[in-house]
């Protein structure tokens, strides 16, 4: 379920264990913060089981800054229902694996030379994705690079 927060007057706000609003905000500063609860509760799943504090670059993308960055034209992130994700110390695949076992709809495993990441989405349809450098390749699931 996705809800509608407003950075300047819920940006501490909660919303989970370890996962505040201003996690989530756009980065070009808006105001406007779109979070789909149901993912901020799988990666409050995922910070329990690992133990580390999980590092959220990218969530909630205005169109404008989405262009701005590369986005797809209709990318989960801008419904509020997509986030890039890291942790230190931990490789993006053990992320990757860890979401295809517990069903997340979109996971895309970015193994760039700067650094790996993880976008994660509740879109209802699976849909899984590796890029290296710049070119998605799409897959069937994160167990076929294993």
Do not use: H, M
């Given at each position: 379920m996705v809800r509608e927060f407003s950075l300047k007057k819920d940006g501490e706000l909660k919303l989970s264990d370890?996962?505040?609003?201003?996690?989530?905000?756009?980065?070009?500063?808006?105001?406007?913060?779109?979070?789909?609860?149901?993912?901020?509760?799988k990666l409050q799943d995922f910070r329990n089981f690992i133990g580390r504090p999980v590092i959220i670059p990218s969530a909630y993308r205005t169109d404008s800054y989405n262009k701005q960055c590369g986005g797809a034209e209709n990318s989960y992130h801008l419904r509020g229902m997509a986030a890039d994700v890291y942790c230190d110390g931990v490789k993006a695949i053990v992320i990757a694996l860890w979401a295809e076992f517990n069903g997340l709809g979109g996971i895309g495993l970015y193994l760039n030379r700067d650094r790996e990441f993880v976008h994660l989405d509740t879109?209802?349809?699976?849909?899984?994705?590796?890029?290296?450098?710049?070119?998605?390749?799409?897959?069937?699931?994160i167990f076929d690079l294993l």
């Open positions: 370890n996962f505040k609003v201003k996690e989530f905000a756009c980065r070009d500063g808006s105001d406007k913060v779109l979070a789909d609860l149901d993912l901020i509760s879109r209802p349809t699976k849909y899984r994705w590796v890029n290296r450098n710049g070119t998605n390749q799409k897959i069937n699931s």
